[in-house]
Structure formats: C-alpha cells, structure tokens
C-alpha cells in the first residue's frame, strides 16, 4: 500500500448559481497516474486547478502532503501544472524555456544549467537546447513544457488534455512516452482527458466525472468489466443496455423481465437484490450472443438488420420490437445470420454486468454546503 499524497475530501465548487463540482472524495496515492475523465464542461479543470491552489473550493479541503496548497506560495508548492496550450515563451529558446524558472528562484547558474541538461534528457530532447520553440513540432513543444514542469522536481505534477494538439499517430506515441517518464521519475500524475482510450492505455486508476460527480474510481480494467453506473457503462467502449426489473431471485442467479423479453443474471451477494427490483444489465458487444433457436432462460427476439465488415470484425445490428438497437460484434464471418432473420439474444452469465443505479450523494443544495467554509464566516 502506497502512502496518499494528495486527499480531496468533501469538495464542492461553486461559480455563483453554478455548481460545477459535487462532493468530490477521493485520495490519490505517491506515484500513481490517476485520470480525470469525463465530458467537456464536467468539471475536471476546476478540479485541477483546486489541486494546483489556483482555484479555492467553496466547501470541503484539498491537501497536499497533508497541507493545504494555497498556503504556500505558488513556486514552494510540490505541484506544477502542464497546461493544454503549454504556455511556452515563443520568442525564447529550449534551453531559456526551461531554465526559467529556476533563474526567477536565482537558482546558481551552474546547477541550473546541470539541472535543464537532465530535465531535457529525460524527455529525450538534448541537442536541442539552442532551438527556438517556434522551429519544434507539436510533440517537441510538449516535451519542452513537460521538461519544464519537471525541473522543479515537483512531488505532483498536473497535466490537463496536455495531448490534445497533437494528431492521433504522435498522440499514441506520447501516450507511451508520457506513461514511461512517469514510471521513471516516480512523480504523482493527475491527468485530464475526455478520450477513453487514452484515459485506459495511460492510467493506474481512472476517476470518471459526470456533471462534477464522481460515478466510479477504479482501474481502467474494473472500470471496463465492473461498471458500476449506466454512465460509466456508456460512457466507456460500446454496450448494450436492457432496463429491467427482478422477477425472481434464486440463489445467486436472477430472472429479470425488460420490456422485450426474459433473461438470465447472476447477482453479486453484495448488490442485495430482491424481487420488483428495478436494475439494468450491460452486455458488451463482443460478448452479446444470439442463437437461431430458443435458449434456456432468455426470451429476448430480435431481426437482423445489417451486418458491416469492419476488417477482421463484422458488427451485426439487430432491432428488437421496441426499437431498441442491439449491437453484436462477430470476429467468425462463417457463423452468421442474414438480415431479416430473427434471433434469440442471450449471453454467458458472468459477461451480464448488473448495474444497480446507487443513490448518488445529493449535495445540490447550497445550503448543505453552507458553514463548511471558514472564510465565509464573516
Ligand atoms: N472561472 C469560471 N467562472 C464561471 N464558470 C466557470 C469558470 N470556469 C469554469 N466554469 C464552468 O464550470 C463548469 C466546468 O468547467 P471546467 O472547465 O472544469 O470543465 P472541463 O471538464 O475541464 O471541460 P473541457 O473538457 O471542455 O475542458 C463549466 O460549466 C464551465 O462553464
Ligand atoms: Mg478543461
């Protein structure tokens, strides 16, 4: 177990009526590459800049090493920020770029200099010391900003969308390096994107935010198998959700009623279902099965209605009579049905994921968040 370094604990934001970030808790562990992810306008870079000290929460507390960021001045905090656009010195070279901060700290010229040579190996630019940032490609100036970021020796280092300039081919290389130099330097990263994939190649654990709420912090493995939110579930790769209600529990398996037919779950002990239970159940693509004859337990029909090669992939569309689309991906072109056939849908028990929708904490109210804020006691 790794020690927490930053722990965000009963934090609410609050732009005048807007309330862009709700009871957030979560601790984030020395070393670890933790993501913010989520859509655009959800809150991840008023939580970034809460976790800088840049931005004060209206309710709660953010600590960092067990202190309170904005109590220090902003060049003795442990925390440095990559920004999107990198906020480099056009007109500067590589070198002046990331000595910069050092020399405002009148930092030794010596060890500045020992320092920016290690800072620019690390991210493999030595040699390019002398070139001036308007001549470095998108992923150069990146790595100059990280550099820079980096020779501070911050404990905690926050980068928001820091890849979203680039195009995709040097994105996923930086994806990659970005992910090495973190193991290597041993930093705690905090990490906000909105593309999925990225968020699953690049983290330890993944924080996905919906309108300023945590739905689930997990790692990008359990996030993808355990969804514990319809959100979450949407929101991460592709699936096939049923709305459903309990019509009968037996043991540790359920028969559930949708609006389309019967099917078969099984029930984690820990999700305490009961019969008239209202649930849904996320079928991934590549585990959606469907059979040309009944199969035990399931009475979900469906109709054919096209089938797209997609390489080594074929995605099968299949309507069931209420409209609802299901998705199917097939990698066996020989075992297929034809459009207008009916289908029987069912899966394997264990790749039926029940999604019990929680009561998430309410906190919208301004008034619970009141007097949990000393500076307003005025
Ligand atoms: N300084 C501000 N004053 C008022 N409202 C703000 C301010 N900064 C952000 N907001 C609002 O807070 C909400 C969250 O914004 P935030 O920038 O944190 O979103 P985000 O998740 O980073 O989105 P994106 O992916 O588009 O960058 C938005 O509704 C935004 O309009
Ligand atoms: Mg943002």
């Known amino acids: 177990m790794s020690k927490t370094i930053v722990s965000i604990m009963n934090v609410e934001k609050m732009y005048g009526e807007n309330h862009v970030v709700k009871n957030m808790n979560m601790n984030i562990a020395e070393g670890e590459f933790l ?186 493995v359990e996030i993808y198998k355990h969804p514990k939110t319809k959100f979450v579930a949407n929101f991460i790769g592709e699936t096939n959700l049923l709305d459903a209600v309990v019509l009968e529990v037996n043991g540790d398996t359920a028969v559930i009623g949708t609006e389309v037919g019967k099917a078969m779950v099984q029930l984690d002990p820990k999700d305490k279902i009961a019969v008239n239970d209202g649930l849904a159940v996320s079928v991934r693509p590549e585990h959606m099965k469907f059979s040309k004859t009944p199969v035990d337990g399931f009475t979900i029909k469906g109709i054919v209605k096209e089938n797209i090669f997609v390489g080594n992939l074929i995605k099968m569309m299949i309507n069931l009579n209420d409209g609802t689309e299901i998705r199917v991906n097939r990698f066996d072109a020989s075992d297929l049905s034809e459009p207008g056939e009916l289908v029987y849908l069912y899966w394997d028990l264990p790749k039926g994921v029940v999604i019990k929708e929680k009561e998430l904490i309410h906190t919208d109210s301004v008034k619970d968040i009141e007097g949990g804020d000393p500076d307003e006691e005025e």
């Open 35 to 220: 993501t913010l992810l989520g859509p655009s306008g959800c809150g991840k870079t008023t939580t970034l800049r809460m976790i800088s000290g840049f931005e004060m929460p209206t309710a709660g507390a953010i600590k960092v090493q067990g202190e309170s960021v904005e109590k220090k001045e902003p060049y003795q905090r442990d925390v440095n920020t990559v920004f999107q656009n990198y906020a480099l010195f056009p007109n500067m070279n590589v070198y002046d770029n990331v000595a910069y901060g050092l020399k405002v700290k009148k930092v030794p010229k010596k060890e500045i200099h020992e320092r920016v040579m290690e800072a620019l190996r690390m991210v493999q630019l030595e040699g390019f010391e002398k070139r001036r940032i308007t001549q470095m490609s998108g992923g150069q100036k990146q790595r100059v900003a990280i550099a820079r970021a980096i020779i501070n020796r911050p404990k905690v280092l926050l980068l928001d969308e820091p890849l979203g300039a680039l195009d995709l081919k040097l994105r996923k290389q930086m994806q990659i390096e970005l992910k090495r130099l973190q193991k290597k330097l041993g930093i705690t990263f905090i990490y906000v994107t909105h593309d999925q994939e990225e968020a699953l190649t690049m983290s330890d654990r993944i924080a996905i935010i919906n309108e300023g709420r945590i739905e689930q912090i997990d790692t990008p």
